[in-house]
């Protein structure tokens, strides 16, 4: 594979842009996508199992979402909503507050990042129940900006020489069955992790004092760990005694990526609000919270007005990208495809040492890799060599909390590219068993 090209710009990237804003994982320059196959600009070609972070969903050069924004471009490119109106931001609206969970009355506030829509919950929240307190989760990713930084804690690399944060976070351990902390299995345990909930509101965290639980559906960026229904409807039913707003973090979860439009939806359970983001717009920048009217009309204007947040092009490419995952069909695919994917990786789970667990919904799957299933030790390295191998194969992939492969195709993959995809990984596995991939690999691909 000669991917002179892609080097040449990776080093004049490397020149420009600050380290801070990307993980490294290989030299891959996108010149086009197609379906879900993304081309290099030396001409290589990847089934694309990383989806550009979940953020399109509908794949990245969908014929309607972008038909839709050339559409717009050709009307006119911006005007801020802190002012005046448009349109595609009202249908966009509406057909939110029909798509998210609950049949109350809500409303939608628009942002711009996955991030800044954390960090709007953060504001929603306080003013509506007039409490500061906010409790989030040990492994969640939240963003990138102070807000949604505050609540994430997923690695203490991020949050270096960065402090102080926002106070008033309390992140509480999230329920990972395959690592419980607490040493138990998931069929016989007492939720000791929510237990720490209730420990927190008997002596340091009075329950009037906390606004709202932020709670990623399944925690996307710590190795989509997909909490216990039991735990999920007991963390809703805590919340509802106590007042307490119980708010969805839907970015990476939603928008048909778990087979359900919202990933809460697997729990039955109808959150007080939602924050959606990446492939809300599949790919352009916008986000949103959507939540209870009375939530969400507690803030005065200015509080929540970014100039460039709802830009007519973003919003016009996420009505599309609503009506495609609404289309007769959509979600059913992501399951099927979901499950062939899930069935595939646990029978390679059966016949490799290394695989120590197989999850996810939908086509949100996690394969962690381990020393053995006894130990249960992370193995980094094998992440590392076998997404850097199945790039070098054609797949793009890559790890999560260090020993995690992250599996989240755009939806519309099909069942063969899924299946070559998959017999890419297997192989790949193999070469790393066989001791066939080479440790200098790891000078370039560096990971979560
Ligand atoms: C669950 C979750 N929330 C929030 C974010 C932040 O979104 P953005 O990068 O668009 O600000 C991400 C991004 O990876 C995410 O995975």
């Known amino acids: ?46 089934i694309d199992l990383l989806c550009s972070a979940g953020s399109t969903n509908v794949g990245g050069a969908n014929e309607k979402v972008k038909k839709s924004i050339i559409d717009q471009v050709n009307k006119y490119i911006h005007y801020t909503p802190g002012y005046l109106y448009n349109k595609p931001m009202i249908d966009l609206a509406e057909r939110l507050i029909k798509i998210t969970p609950g049949k109350f009355a809500k409303k939608v506030a628009f942002g711009l990042s996955g991030s800044d829509a954390n960090d709007g919950a953060i504001k929603f929240a306080r003013a509506y129940t007039g409490r500061s307190s906010i409790i989030t989760f040990i492994g969640a990713y939240h963003g990138a900006t102070y807000g949604s930084m505050s ?42 992790c929510l237990r720490q909930i209730g420990i927190a509101f008997e002596s340091y965290l009075p329950p009037e004092d906390v606004a709202a639980v932020v709670i990623e559906p399944i925690q996307g960026d ?46 039955d359970l109808i959150p007080d609000a939602v924050i959606l983001g990446k492939s809300i717009s599949n790919g352009m920048p916008l986000s ?68 120590g667990d197989v999850r996810g919904i939908g086509l949100s799957i996690g394969v962690e890799l381990v020393e053995d299933k006894i130990s249960k030790e992370k193995n980094i390295e094998a992440a590392l060599k076998i997404c850097y191998r199945c790039y070098e194969k054609g797949v793009i992939l890559i790890s999560l909390n260090g020993n995690v492969l992250r599996i989240q195709p755009p939806l519309i993959i099909t069942k063969d590219e899924m299946y070559r995809a998959l017999k890419i990984i297997k192989s790949s596995i193999e070469d790393y068993l066989h001791g066939d991939i080479p440790d200098d690999v790891l000078d370039t691909i560096k990971g979560w």
């Open 1 to 46: 594979m000669n991917v002179d090209r892609c080097i040449g710009e990776v080093k004049r990237d490397n020149n420009v842009v600050s380290r801070a804003c990307r993980i490294p994982y290989f030299p891959l320059v996108v010149e086009s996508i197609k379906g879900s196959t993304v081309r290099d600009i030396d001409g290589n070609e990847y």
């Open 288 to 355: 949103a919270i959507v939540g209870r009217e009375e939530m969400m009309q507690s803030l005065d204007p200015p509080a929540h007005i970014f100039t460039t947040a709802a830009n007519p092009v973003c919003c016009a490419s996420a009505v599309s990208t609503v009506d495609i995952i609404a289309e007769k069909g959509f979600l059913e695919h992501v399951n099927e495809i979901g499950n062939f994917a899930k069935n595939y990786l646990n029978h390679l789970k059966d016949e490799y040492t290394i695989i």
């Open 222 to 267: 710590a190795g989509i760990i997909v909490p216990p229904g039991k735990y999920m409807r007991k963390l809703r039913e805590l919340c509802a005694q106590n007042g307490i707003l119980f708010i969805s973090e839907e970015v990476q979860q939603g928008f048909g990526r778990t087979g359900r439009w919202f990933g809460i939806e697997n729990f």
């Open 151 to 192: 609540m994430s804690a997923i690695t203490t690399k991020m949050r270096r020489k960065l402090g102080p944060f926002l106070p008033g976070v309390y992140s509480f351990p999230y329920p990972n069955c395959y690592r419980c902390i607490y040493g138990k299995k998931e069929n016989c345990c007492n939720l000791e």
